[in-house]
């Protein structure tokens, strides 16, 4: 029924109040007394003392009056002619003593065991819970049991193994069903939630050695799709977990693919896309929608449609363990992006059923918080919200085995929960890693309460993707900017600054260096619009420079997949939805690039031999390394260390269209230089458009 056909509600906004409205369209919303009914007691109680408010704006007319209550017990409010209706207790989800009296650190989900299955979900404002499964495809609904703090249990007897269930809630007069928000896995399409024997989900363990730093990790950004689909990839299980997990893979002129290729470069770190169910990709007909998985429907389950048995509940939660570990069996930790920023719809979907209001941040007026552009924000400023993210958070490290997590739009996450995140999750593992994007956006969170790159300070253990090292580099997000590297000359002190980790942070470690990622167009597709005017050559090695800026900064590098050999969306800055022949990995380009392939190969290899590319502390960088520009148009970044093969680089970075010599002292060799120019009597030449990287012999 809609709600302008309803005659009558009875809410509850705080403790002890009731709020009645009644529509103006029945006896001109007016009625002279209440009667309140305790349905468990069968008692009934005349209520004269109303407060009226009146709005000429509203279609209701307003009643507010005391009366203690037992919330989750079912109370009927009846007006003068006789009109019933239940009272709802979904809006003390909004008071501020409501967590008071109901936080809870019970653990929930459902339990399994051959003999018995056990149920518990968190639904305080609801007067009747229900658990519906189906076994032996008949369907069965048991009534839960109220328990402190508005915990709902059920002790279902059998083996239900594998067994479909949802929750039915009661809320007033409207009974909604929910998926389990603590679901280890679903049926196609998120219909049902499912029973899951953890035991039946292990896999074998691959032990990492620790990090020493932060510093040391080398992020390469993945889609499990996208790494995967090409048909000339080589790869049996395209657009799957298992996918991830092949080994031996090629292209067809024998060049590796897939894991092989990634593990080939020498990066440490994958950095993958969301792997959590999404909204809007059916995982009956993966090839129909396309989504990189920024529409969450839910935080703990995995996507369908990664999976290769979309009806098995244990192939996503199998196959996603065996993607991880053959990562870590290679040598390469996992990030793992997560979406906790908002959810794709705000009514459909597992927090709104079980406690209405409670989980999406609201502005004063009540309204929505929208700074996910979503139509909606996760409010991790409330004690169960903040404790769901540490939950999944805490799954997804121990139960998935991932080694960091790479918050989307982390600004719209307060600075309590990432540091909890963080600090938690490095008291189980010193090596893991979080951060995320720290941009500012316009959330119902008070400024100094924002996870944004101007409050790092608060978060010293957080990371953040240095958006000022892209913009000065590469030009700002749109097609036809320039930076320092595609020719904009006043950008040259910004970009020594950046070279040397951007010392407005608290430490190099919380820097993401990046030119490139998966959101706005690629740097080949912009340098194709930036710099139209050149030819193939010269925007390939402006591209190779961006590349060799990231690599040789300090901070913490990022790489994009493909960035590697001039990967290209066709010219598509978004491509969030885009079909395959524009997202997809394409190896036949991989190998037509290979020299700059092997470019990569050459600066990881450099950055991870050479403490000096990677300094943890601004005064080690300060006091080891500096940074010079040569006619306003060139840079020298000289970076010095002890104990090594080599003493000193020199890193020269000339994006201009003129030919320089510059003066090298003796000793110096050339490590990489695009021409294959060498040192002439202590000098040598930048031709136009090169990145020069010389070093000198540690003296014995």
């Not at 639904?123 to 658990?131: I, S």
């Not at 032996?136 to 479909?164: A, H, T």
């Not at 409330?382 to 993210?389: L, N, P």
């Not at 970044?637 to 003129?658: A, G, I, K, M």
Request: hydrophobic share 35%; net charge negative.
């Amino acid at each position: 029924m809609q709600n302008k056909h309803i005659r009558m509600k009875a809410l509850t906004y705080d403790f002890d109040q009731i709020t009645v409205l009644m529509t103006k369209n029945y006896y001109s919303g007016r009625s002279p007394h209440f009667y309140v009914k305790d349905v468990k007691y069968n008692e009934n109680s005349k209520i004269d003392n109303l407060e009226m408010v009146i709005n000429e704006l509203s279609d209701d007319m307003e009643y507010k009056f005391s009366y203690h209550f037992r919330v989750g017990d079912v109370y009927e409010i009846r007006d003068a002619y006789g009109l019933c209706t239940t009272l709802d207790f979904s809006y003390l989800a909004l008071c501020d003593r409501f967590e008071e009296k109901y936080y809870t650190d019970v653990e929930l989900g459902s339990f399994y065991s051959k003999y018995h299955t056990l149920f518990k979900v968190w639904a305080p404002t609801a007067t009747v819970v229900y658990v519906r499964y189906i076994k032996d495809n008949r369907e069965f609904i048991e009534v839960m049991e109220r328990s402190q703090n508005g915990v709902f249990v059920k002790e279902v007897q059998g083996d239900l193994d594998g067994c479909p269930y949802v929750y039915m809630y009661k809320h007033g007069n409207r009974i909604e069903e929910g998926l389990d928000p603590y679901a280890y896995s679903s049926t196609a399409n998120s219909r049902m939630s499912v029973v899951i024997d953890i035991q039946k989900t292990m896999v074998t363990k691959y032990t990492l050695e620790k990090m020493a730093k932060k510093t040391d990790a080398i992020i390469y950004e993945i889609s499990v799709r996208d790494m995967t689909i090409q048909e000339e990839s080589g790869i049996q299980h395209k657009g799957n977990y298992l996918g991830l997990s092949e080994c031996h893979t090629k292209s067809p002129n024998g060049y590796s693919t897939g894991l092989d290729y990634i593990a080939s470069l020498g990066v440490t770190h994958v950095q993958i896309m969301p792997i959590t169910d999404f909204a809007t990709v059916d995982d009956e007909g993966e090839n129909l929608l396309y989504n990189w998985g920024y529409d969450p429907l839910q935080f703990g389950v995995l996507e369908g449609s990664y999976s290769e048995d979309v009806y098995d509940p244990y192939s996503r939660i199998i196959e996603a363990k065996k993607m991880i570990q053959a990562f870590h069996q290679k040598g390469i930790r996992v990030n793992l992006d997560v979406v906790f920023n908002h959810l794709y719809d705000v009514f459909n979907n597992p927090f709104e059923k079980s406690v209405p209001r409670y989980f999406l941040r609201r502005r004063h007026d009540g309204t929505l918080s929208n700074g996910s552009w979503c139509g909606n924000d996760f409010n991790t400023t409330a004690k169960m919200c903040q404790r769901y993210v540490l939950d999944m958070c805490q799954r997804l490290q121990m139960f998935y085995g991932v080694d960091g997590f790479r918050f989307d739009l982390m600004g719209l996450l307060d600075i309590d929960t990432m540091n909890r995140v963080a600090q938690t999750c490095s008291d189980r593992d010193p090596s893991f890693m979080v951060y995320g994007e720290g941009w500012d956006m316009d959330t119902a969170l008070p400024y100094e309460k924002k996870t944004i790159i101007a409050n790092q300070h608060l978060t010293p253990h957080v990371g953040y993707f240095n958006d000022a090292f892209r913009n000065i580099m590469r030009g700002d997000n749109d097609m036809y900017s320039r930076g320092f590297i595609s020719h904009r000359r006043e950008n040259i002190d910004g970009a020594m600054k950046a070279i040397m980790g951007s010392d407005h942070f608290k430490s190099p470690s919380q820097v993401i260096q990046y030119t490139e990622c998966h959101d706005n167009t690629t740097c080949f597709d912009k340098l194709c619009m930036s710099n139209s005017e050149e030819d193939e050559i010269r925007r390939e090695r402006r591209a190779q420079m961006m590349l060799g800026s990231v690599l040789l900064a300090q901070g913490v590098p990022f790489i994009h997949s493909g960035q590697e050999f001039l990967r290209t969306k066709s010219g598509v800055e978004n491509s969030y939805c885009s079909p395959d022949n524009i997202n997809q990995i394409d190896y036949i380009r991989r190998e037509k690039y290979n020299s700059m392939v092997e470019f990569v190969r050459f600066l990881i290899s450099l950055r991870k031999n050479n403490p000096c590319f990677r300094y943890p502390s601004y005064d080690m960088i300060h006091s080891h390394n500096k940074i010079e520009r040569i006619n306003d148009q060139v840079i020298k970044y000289h970076l010095s260390q002890e104990r090594q093969d080599y003493s000193d680089f020199y890193v020269y970075f000339n994006p201009t269209l003129d030919e320089i010599r510059v003066g090298v002292e003796e000793g110096v060799e050339v490590l990489y230089h695009p021409d294959k120019e060498d040192v002439h009597h202590n000098e040598i030449k930048l031709t136009p458009v090169s990145l020069v990287i010389l070093a000198r012999k540690e003296e014995k």
